[in-house]
């Protein structure tokens, strides 16, 4: 599983944008690159996942070099509501089970 | 829609008593996960179970134990508590959907163990 590095934390504003950057240098061919969010005493929820180039969905948008070296989850117009730690797991997700929660970023929404 | 249940949410146990937590995976998911949560850790795999057979093993002490069900829910047994066994858990559930991107995995809302 490729070991990966992020901010450990980041402020913002309402309603800006928020791009938050994953390094994975030693990702393998067969890796994916997934991100979570978890709220204090909550269960990790799936946010967006990726293999290569842009992915969209209605929460984020996930951009991935062609190196796949990185990626950066974007959230568009954040609230209040998006304050929470934010979790970027890179592995063969078809072969492996578990998911390897590295530090995240805590986000930081202010009004 | 259904999402993982988890019982009981909120446990309070003493040193060297035992645990049991359950987990109960959203239908038609064949797989479950756990994970511990210390305070202010972030989330570590501890094992994992696929038709109830075990698929993997993280960190997870001698001292627990776990097993899937043949109607897929699960239960963690913990034995011998410390006071470091005080931490969140939780459990996950996938379809195991392969050849579709990966196996999203979707968390319960945990069970906070404390061990006095």
């Known amino acids: 599983l490729a070991k990966t590095t992020q901010p450990i934390s980041m402020d913002s504003y309402e309603g800006q944008e928020v791009n938050i950057t994953c390094s994975h240098n030693n990702i393998a061919t067969n890796d994916y690159i997934t991100w979570y969010q978890q709220f204090p005493s909550q269960g990790p929820r799936f946010i967006i996942q990726?293999?290569?180039t842009k992915v969209t969905n209605e929460v984020a948008s996930l951009f991935i070099p062609a190196d796949r070296k990185s990626s950066t989850l974007s959230l568009p117009r954040v609230s209040l509501s998006d304050t929470a730690v934010y979790y970027c797991l890179v592995g063969d997700i078809i072969g492996t089970d578990k998911l390897i929660f590295g530090t995240g970023t805590r986000l930081q929404v202010f009004p | 829609a259904a999402g993982v249940i988890q019982s009981p949410r909120h446990l309070i146990k003493e040193k060297r008593e035992t645990a049991t937590l359950k987990c109960y995976p959203i239908?038609?998911?064949?797989?479950v996960y756990w994970y511990q949560q210390g305070p202010g850790q972030d989330p570590q795999f501890l094992i994992s179970f696929y038709e109830k057979m075990q698929s993997d093993k993280g960190s997870i002490p001698d001292r627990f134990s776990a097993q899937q069900f043949s109607d897929y829910h699960s239960e963690l047994n913990m034995s011998s508590l410390e006071l470091g066994d005080s931490a969140l858990y939780f459990c996950?559930?996938?379809?195991?959907?392969?050849?579709?991107?990966?196996?999203?995995?979707?968390f319960g809302p945990g069970t906070r163990l404390t061990v006095l």
């Open positions: 990726g293999y290569k």
């Open positions: 996950a559930s996938s379809p195991r959907d392969r050849g579709h991107g990966g196996d999203t995995q979707y």
């Open positions: 239908p038609r998911h064949d797989t």
